[in-house]
């Protein structure tokens, strides 16, 4: 029997999320700038630009930018004239992003929005509604995360959330760590939530993924 494993999933890169130069250099770059190595992987990035396409998205919005990297897979996943609204606390790190935006073709159909995301997203309702939704900040605030996304998504848009294995802890019931066990509840909310069809994506630390009814 074949058993999903890191191998399989570095396979999965290998064939289908071949990345460009731009794409390696925000990857490589994003930690020499001293921001955490942290990024979605290769075919975690893939499969949010998979999804974006699949649900025909022009208009998207990220919560945790970092240094970019899962910004440029999705802002090349969205339809010809869509954009990208990504949400980033940390005005370093919003600079270091918009350098690997630019190298990567991606800053006309990008915009960052400096400020904590709980605010920004309280104004981003008016823009609204959403075809994509990518959670991937502080994990105690996926839930008013979530709570944002569902009524601001149109019916068969996609919400998504990374780190739903936390790399393996919500199996360890020793670990009670806070971040832990709110991804816990968080995936077993989504679970039992009627509104949308969801599972997880099992490559890296897996991806929650959402499709709103
Ligand atoms: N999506 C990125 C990684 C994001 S890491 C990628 O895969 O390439 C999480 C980011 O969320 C960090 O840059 C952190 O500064 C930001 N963040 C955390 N809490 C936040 C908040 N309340 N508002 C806005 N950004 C936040
Ligand atoms: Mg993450």
């Given at each position: ?57 022009s208009k998207a919005v990220e919560i945790g930018t970092l240094g970019g990297y899962s910004g440029i897979w999705i802002a090349r996943g969205l339809l010809p004239g869509g954009a990208l609204i990504t949400l980033e606390r940390e005005p370093a790190h919003a600079a270091v992003a918009r350098k ?114």
């Open positions: 029997m074949t058993v999903y494993n890191d191998q399989l999933s570095q396979y999965i890169s290998d064939t289908f999320a071949a990345q460009d130069e731009a794409l390696r250099w925000a990857w490589e770059d994003t930690p020499r700038q001293g921001l955490p190595a942290i990024s979605v992987r290769p075919e975690e990035g893939r499969f949010l630009q998979f999804l974006v396409r699949a649900c025909g998205a690997h935006f630019e190298a990567a073709g991606v800053a006309d159909r990008v915009e960052i929005r400096i400020g904590d995301a709980r605010e920004s997203l309280r104004r981003l309702a008016a823009e609204g509604p959403f075809d994509f939704v990518f959670i991937d900040a502080e994990k105690s605030d996926y839930g008013a995360y979530w709570d944002w996304a569902l009524p601001n998504v149109r019916p068969g848009g996609i919400i998504a959330a990374h780190n739903a294995f936390r790399h393996g802890a919500i199996l360890d019931a020793g670990d009670r760590a806070a971040a832990t066990e709110a991804m816990r509840v968080f995936n077993r909310r989504v679970a039992a939530e009627p509104r949308v069809i969801s599972t997880i994506f099992p490559g890296g630390d897996g991806t929650l993924v959402a499709v709103k009814k």
